[in-house]
Nanobody, 114 residues
Framework: VQLQASGGGLVQAGGSLSLSCAVSGSIFSIAEIGWYRQAPGKQRELVAKINSRGSPNYAEFVKGRFTISRDIAKNTLTLRMDSLKPEDTAVYYC?????????WGRGTQVTVSS
């Protein structure tokens, strides 16, 4: 599985951004696919993920602000981020998990200014 993330950038607090992850192959067949982030000096953490049945799972700190979705026809994963906060600043990574392997794309930087 190859993952290509895009859509990061600089935004003011309260603003919105959308991240996209293009997936090689069928996104429908991936057991779990989602977004993680890593801020400077911190461990990588789960932001949101979606399983093969389409059920999403969100970290508490993004509930009500971020929305994860997948487009099966386009093999694309999207993270819509609203009401962004400075603490959301991080490198965001697309991840695909299968029972036989864990796959990561290159990160995309999201910077939220106060």
């Amino acid at each position: 599985v190859q993952l290509q993330a895009s859509g990061g950038g600089l935004v003011q607090a309260g603003g919105s951004l959308s991240l996209s992850c293009a997936v090689s192959g069928s996104i429908f067949s991936i057991a779990e696919i989602g977004w993680y982030r890593q801020a400077p000096g911190k461990q990588r953490e789960l932001v949101a993920k979606i399983n093969s049945r389409g059920s999403p799972n969100y970290a508490e700190f993004v509930k009500g602000r971020f929305t994860i979705s997948r487009d099966i026809a386009k093999n694309t994963l999207t993270l819509r981020m609203d009401s962004l906060k400075p603490e959301d600043t991080a490198v965001y990574y697309c991840n695909a998990w299968q029972t036989w392997g864990d796959y990561w794309g290159r990160g995309t930087q999201v910077t939220v200014s106060s």
